[in-house]
């Protein structure tokens, strides 16, 4: 038994990756981990970053709001999980640290080519493009839809 983990967010880019490793984990008979990254902000009182660190009770708030997310985008993508053993996993970290950690024992690490923030002109995100750089193991990019609603893999 494998072990194959993807990284989730919100995205698109997130859910095509999702249902890829879900269809490898299946075809090799794999654990699949879904983790979903998360950090703390800065949150003011007046709602502009910087101001005040988040501490105590708003930390719990985040981890909530991640485990929320990932359950979401589970749920969006329809996930069959018949004869898949899946693992959740949240942490907090920045998500290409957490997604390169996270490939230390598994057998493939899979992320989507574009995810939440960053520029969207990019081919590939930043997450991606450091998790090809410095996983522990083989790494697959999905590509999100296209026009032509097929998904590819890099």
Sequence with gaps: MGL???GVDRSDGAKAALRFALEEARLRQATLRVVHAWQFG???ATGL???LPAVGGEL???RRGAEAALDETLTDVGAETD?????RRVDQGTAAAVLVEESRG???LVVGSRGHGGFAQLLLGSVSQQCAQHAFCPVVIVRGTAKNGNEGVS
């Design 83 to 87: 004869g898949v053993a899946i693992e």
């Design 60 to 62: 719990e708030d985040f």
């Design 4 to 6: 194959i983990v993807v």
């Design 106 to 108: 598994a057998d493939l």
């Design 49 to 51: 970053e910087g101001a």
């Design 42 to 44: 800065y949150i003011g």
